[in-house]
């Protein structure tokens, strides 16, 4: 079993020289999300935002029950005793829920 500490309070980010600190946004599972980054001359928050928004919405594609399409969905109307292909992310937590099953 894996054990994670969720902190009471976060820090206030500490910006690198010449970084500015941005807070992204944005929706996804029905609720919202934010990120604040520091980001440097080279960075571009919107690329940083469109990829943090791509991850979720792989999350959602695997593991939404709500989302008839998404992998969680299809693998529950799957007959028992059927073998099918699953994205990597997908497998290990599949993979640990069932570790977790067995105590």
């Known amino acids: 079993m894996r054990r994670v500490l969720v902190p009471r309070e976060v820090a206030a980010p500490v910006a690198t020289t ?4 941005h ?21 571009s928050p919107p690329a940083m935002h469109a990829r943090i ?6 999350i959602v594609a ?8 998404s992998d969680i969905s299809r693998f529950n109307r799957a007959p028992a005793g059927s ?3 699953l994205p ?3 497998f290990h937590v599949l993979a640990y829920a069932l570790r977790a099953a067995r105590g």
């Open 23 to 43: 807070e992204l946004r944005g929706k996804t599972m029905g609720t919202t999300w934010s990120v604040k980054v520091a980001v440097g001359a080279s960075g």
């Open 18 to 21: 010449g970084a500015a600190v």
């Open 88 to 90: 990597a992310d997908f």
């Open 62 to 69: 695997q593991m939404s029950p709500w989302e008839p399409d």
């Open 53 to 58: 928004q791509r991850c979720l919405d792989d």
């Open 83 to 85: 073998w099918h292909v």
